[in-house]
């Protein structure tokens, strides 16, 4: 990486603890299997908004976006969880499920806590 690269993204960093975070309550989801076995995801993650007025409008609109990744996380398969790849995917399907609620400007980054399959 070169020096404007690092410089670039430790000025996100900094631009990132000063608006906040969103933080998105844990959730535990049924995961699809093809056995009948039961096997569950929990999840735990922030949400990093692009500026101060959009952490309040994602406060305000959480509950629709928890909404639109309850189909999306039940959907899910174990093996959809395997390898290093997967926590990108998830990562990237939740921001534009949530993009779609609050914009696609609104949302710099999902943070993701946890990540456990039970």
Known sequence: ???DE??????AATDSVEVGFVEVPPMVV???TSGGQPRFLKVHFLIVPTSASK???IEAKLPLIIDRFQPFL????PEDLSGSAAVYRIK???????????GDAAIRDIL???????
Do not use: C, P, Y
Request: net charge negative; no cysteine; charged share 45%.
């Open 30 to 32: 049924n995961l699809r």
């Open 1 to 3: 990486m070169g020096g």
């Open 55 to 57: 952490k309040t409008e």
């Open 92 to 102: 990237e399907e939740m921001m534009v499920r949530a993009g779609k609620i609050v």
């Open 6 to 11: 690092v410089r670039a993204e430790e000025e």
């Open 74 to 77: 039940r959907e899910l398969r």
């Open 112 to 118: 993701i806590q946890d990540l456990v399959e039970k």
